[in-house]
C-alpha cells in the first residue's frame, strides 16, 4: 500500500477470523520493520509475548474477558521495563562498540535517574511513552502487509503479570490482537477526527 492508503485503511477492528492463522515468517517480518520506532536513547525498553497457542489464549481470556483474546491469531501483550535505561540494558554496550565512552554512559544514565525518571511515575510514563511508539508501528505494519490488529487496555495487569510472568519492574502497557478481519462481520463507520484547526495551535 501506499502510506495514505495506510493510514486511512488500518482500523482497531472487533472481529478477527479464528480460521485465518497468521505465518510466523510474515509476523516476524513485522516485527523487524516495527521496531525501527523511535525510543527515548534508542534503549528499546520493551518485550513483546506474543500469545498465540489455544493454551496460551486461555491463560490470557481469564485475565482479559474480551473475544478478540480467542478469535485473533494472536495477541501481543507490550511490556515496557521502567528501568529500562539501567547498566543492563546491552543497547549500552552497542553504543560503546560504536564510540561512546563508558564515562558518557555513566552521565546519561545519572541524568536519567536525577533529572528525566526521578520518580516512580516519571519511569513508568517512558516506558508508556516508548512501548506506545512501538504499538503504533506495529499497527501500521501489519496493515501494509494486509494484517489486521486491535488495541486494548481492558484488562487486569497485575493478573496479566503473575500469568505470564512478568516482573514487577515492569508495566504491561497494552495488549494488542493481531490477525485477519472477519470479512462476514461489519465494522462500524469510522468516527469523525478532529482536524487541523480544532487541535493545533501554531505560535
Known amino acids: 500500500m501506499n502510506f495514505k492508503d495506510v493510514i486511512s485503511k488500518r482500523r482497531s477492528v472487533n472481529f478477527f477470523d479464528p480460521n485465518k492463522d497468521l505465518d510466523l515468517k510474515l509476523f516476524e517480518d513485522i516485527m523487524n520493520e516495527a521496531v525501527l520506532a523511535p525510543s527515548a536513547f534508542n534503549l528499546q525498553p520493551w518485550e513483546i509475548i506474543a500469545v498465540h497457542s489455544p493454551e496460551a489464549k486461555e491463560k490470557l481470556f481469564t485475565a482479559c474477558n ?8 494472536m495477541t501481543l501483550i507490550l511490556v515496557g521495563d521502567t528501568f529500562g535505561y539501567g547498566r543492563d540494558n546491552p543497547m549500552w554496550n552497542i553504543k560503546i562498540d560504536l564510540g561512546l565512552k563508558e564515562e558518557k554512559v555513566g552521565q546519561l544514565i545519572n541524568m536519567c535517574e536525577t533529572v528525566l525518571y526521578p520518580t516512580e511515575v516519571k519511569r513508568n510514563a517512558m516506558a508508556v511513552r516508548d512501548v506506545s511508539l512501538l504499538a503504533m508501528a506495529i499497527m501500521l505494519c501489519a496493515k501494509n502487509r494486509g494484517v489486521d490488529t486491535h488495541p486494548m487496555i481492558g484488562f487486569d495487569e497485575d493478573k496479566v503479570k503473575e500469568l505470564f510472568d ?7 502497557v497494552m495488549l494488542l ?14 468516527e469523525r477526527r478532529l482536524n487541523f484547526s480544532e487541535i493545533c495551535t501554531v505560535l
Do not use: C, H, M, W
Not at 474480551?66 to 491469531?73: D, F, G, H, T, V
Not at 512478568?166 to 504491561?172: A, G, L, R, S
Open 66 to 73: 474480551q473475544p478478540k483474546i480467542k478469535e485473533a491469531s
Open 166 to 172: 512478568i516482573d514487577e519492574d515492569k508495566t504491561v
Open 177 to 190: 490482537s493481531i490477525g485477519y478481519f472477519d470479512e462476514t462481520k461489519t465494522l462500524n463507520p469510522r
